[in-house]
């Protein structure tokens, strides 16, 4: 019997999975997370509200699937993800970081990154398999969003990061953030950062 109930858990997960998977990218219309919750098997919806228990207050309300900031917002189907100066910036970090330097960066800024210079970031590549993601996609985006230069220093201290890319364009770090809503002039302040390389869209900065 608990081997029946065992296959069925694990037939269950499959089942979500592609169904999410079908969702993510295939599916034209957008659905309330809550309205497919009110469908999934009681252990699975535990699960989901474990994970919606740990995110930013201001990130778990109206979820809707697929998530808007991924199909209908990026659109990086069809366009660049990451522009030609973050690309001249993996040739600098080659060449004047060491191999065990992390960076603060979004997913497609660290995927770039990971992939020119084995360097590792924030998020990125087998991140999402490390122990908490959901803490380093919080401290990713607030380190970009907030306006105060102590507290996004102190986050980028907090996750280890020796230098923090910045691009000027909207950033996927979990959450989409629009350029508008990115806050660079903390970045200047030298009590915590310093400017190491500039290119035409973006700027890494070395943590203190």
């Known amino acids: ?3 029946m109930r065992r296959q069925g858990k694990r037939l269950a997960v499959v089942a979500l999975f592609l169904f999410m998977l079908f969702m993510g990218y295939f599916w034209p219309f957008q659905i309330g997370l809550d309205e497919v919750r009110a469908h999934l098997p009681s ?3 535990r699960e ?9 207050p201001d990130k778990d309300k109206n979820l809707k699937l697929p998530l808007p900031e991924v199909k209908y917002q990026c659109d990086f189907y069809y366009d660049c993800v990451v522009g030609l100066g973050e690309y001249n910036a993996t040739f600098w970090i080659l060449n004047n970081t060491g191999k065990d330097d ?8 660290a995927e770039l ?3 020119m210079t084995t360097r590792v970031s ?10 908490d993601p959901i803490s380093m996609m919080t401290h990713t985006n607030e380190i970009y969003k907030t306006n105060d230069s102590a507290h996004a220093y ?7 990061a020796d230098y923090v890319f910045v691009p000027y364009r909207g950033l996927f770090t979990g959450w989409w953030l629009p350029k508008e809503e990115v806050d660079y002039a ?18 890494i900065y070395r943590v203190k």
């Open 48 to 56: 989901v509200q474990s994970v919606l228990d740990r995110l930013p």
């Open 186 to 203: 903390k970045f200047n302040d030298s009590r915590y950062f310093e400017a190491v390389f500039v290119d035409d869209n973006v700027t």
């Open 102 to 109: 992390k960076f603060v960066a979004d997913i497609f800024a």
């Open 154 to 160: 102190e986050l980028a201290k907090l996750e280890k």
């Open 113 to 115: 990154i990971m992939g």
């Open 122 to 131: 924030t998020e990125g590549g087998d991140w999402a398999n490390a122990p």
């Open 1 to 3: 019997m608990r081997t």
């Open 43 to 45: 252990f699975l919806d």
